[in-house]
């Protein structure tokens, strides 16, 4: 007798953390609305969440106010998640058929039926309220300027479709959030935020190219683009040099934010996780793409970390 197949609700999703919070605890009739979130696997989170710190960190340093510093990164780490799980089911609605055909990614609660596309949107559309809520605690400035991060977040899904580096959109969906902290302590956006955004988005492109030599194999037989297609054999060094650049603009809104040492050893950590990653990099090998991905959590911590002990240093 054959066993009976699993139901899409009970699918775990590829590339989520084994032994995660959510198949461990969550009840059996909430976990594909977690997963759909990504609360299984929550790295995009964390990824989001970073250029919000730093700027935050960068803009109390700057304008020498540090009141306001932790509501407003409370602020972002509930704003990151929501938002990240609003996105993430908006891309899901959006690439249900793509993801059907994809190994790691068919067994997404969309693209295996487990959730209805309908249904989905409409948990959309009730995480990007509690998203609302979070960003009209900010100023007027701050509150225009994440709105406007959403037609950004709305068109990234059908890049992949039309254009060969679809990761540069994503990097500036992504990135957002290093304009984020100096909108909420400025109501305005001085050069110093301009380089953070810049530099952040050539650190999403990056590591997202290393995430995306998952799929390098089915992304050509459906034809969905990515950087790790385009690059190719040369996608090593591009990676680097997209670290490269990353150091040296944050590095740029350190120095025009008043950053003093613990702030530069925060970076050299940062760029010494960067450095690390392109040393382990092999296109070939999915799990150690996964894992040298997932390690972009603990890059931005570095480089957090440092920009934090700055500020409580000056007290």
Known sequence: MSRPSVLPSDRVVADAPARNAVDRFAPAAWRPWLRLARYDRPIGSWLLLWPCWWSAALAALASGRTAQLPAHLALFLVGAFVMRGAGSTWNDILDRDIDARVERTRNRPVASGAIRARHALVFAVAQSLVGLLVLIQFNGFAIATGIASLAIVAVYPLMKRVMAA??????LAFAWGALMGFAAAFAALPPAAFALYAGSIAWVIGYDTVYGHQDQRDDAVIGVRST????????RRIIAGLYVAAVVLIGWSVALSGGAWPSVV???AFAAHLGWQVARLD???????LALFRSNRDAGALLFAGLLADVLLRG
């Open 166 to 171: 679809p990761q540069a959109v994503l990097g």
């Open 228 to 235: 790790s297609r385009t690059f190719g054999r040369h996608s």
């Open 266 to 268: 925060g970076l050299a």
């Open 283 to 289: 296109p070939a090998r999915p799990e150690v793409c």
